[in-house]
């Protein structure tokens, strides 16, 4: 295939994945942006009120880096996940193998469409976090370059859940026992400078914990982890993950019969 032609093949796959869950956005983008308001209104005012400041600053605004950043993972990854996994269940992926498109134009489609998805989710939570606190971002590069490789590689992450899965109930496992936690414990409500010695080296076995820290850093301009080591680890995975993707696609694991 030519330049163009693999644009073209490319474009498609993005634009059927925007457009799928723009066409359903009552259930992709309102119930973030309601649940996230939930969380500024109680974590935010209620009940940081009471704590008062986190990290020198007011604890709505130590937390709000982390909500959008929440909203990103989630999202990134269940777009992905969930589109792969019915194209999967309707037989639609056997025309994608079939064709002469390469392996990469398709995950990369998926991909992008995560990524989509995810962005546009944290800016509506971000809009919606300007009603609560001024928000002022100290280091757009850091901000925009963390929350775009976050978003490409739990986009990934949902490519690898949805290629295992067997059932519509198997892409839900990952998503509620390991990407939940990990994010409530990855410094998004507090800094983990509050935690014991101890409980501070666990929490570093956390890559979220990086993720949050960098966007809260790019935004706040103070972080709890290295941010040069954050950006390394965040390329590495992306690059691991991304191979493995290709190699799955490439085997048709969990695709051919």
Same mark, same amino acid.
């Given at each position: ?7 073209? #093949? ?5 634009? *059927?994945?925007? /457009? ?12 973030? #942006?309601?649940?996230?308001?939930? &969380? ?8 940081? %009120? ?11 605004? &130590? ?24 194209? *999967? ?18 995950? %990369? ?6 990524? #989509? ?98 966007? /809260? ?21 992306? #690059? ?10 490439? *085997? ?6």
């Amino acid at each position: 295939m030519n330049p163009r032609e693999l644009f073209v #093949a490319f474009w498609t796959i993005v634009v *059927k994945e925007v /457009r799928r869950f723009m066409r359903i956005w009552p259930q992709t983008l309102l119930p973030p #942006a309601i649940t996230m308001t939930l &969380y500024f209104i109680i974590f935010g005012n209620l009940i940081g %009120s009471r704590i008062g400041e986190m990290g020198g600053f007011d604890y709505m605004e &130590y937390i709000v880096p982390g909500l959008i950043m929440m909203s990103v993972i989630t999202n990134s990854y269940g777009n992905v996940v969930s589109s792969f996994y019915g194209t *999967k269940f309707q037989r639609h992926v056997e025309e994608l193998l079939v064709s002469p498109i390469p392996n990469w134009i398709i995950l %990369s489609g998926y991909v992008v469409g995560g990524v #989509a998805r995810g962005l546009g989710v944290g800016l509506i939570v971000t809009l919606l976090s300007l009603f609560f606190t001024d928000l002022q971002v100290h280091h757009l590069f850091v901000t925009v370059f963390t929350v775009l490789l976050t978003s490409i590689l739990f986009s990934l992450g949902g490519f690898i859940n949805a290629v295992f899965a067997n059932s519509f109930d198997d892409i839900s496992i990952v998503p509620t026992f390991i990407l939940t936690p990990l994010t409530y414990l990855g410094g998004v409500f507090y800094s983990i400078e509050l935690l014991p010695e101890f409980w501070q080296g666990v929490s570093m076995l956390n890559p979220i914990l990086y993720m949050v820290n960098t966007f /809260r850093y790019g935004i706040l301009g103070v972080s709890d982890i290295s941010i040069v080591f954050a950006f390394a680890m965040l390329l590495v995975f992306i #690059a691991v993950l991304f191979s493995y993707s290709l190699y799955l696609l490439q *085997k048709g694991k969990g695709i051919r019969a």
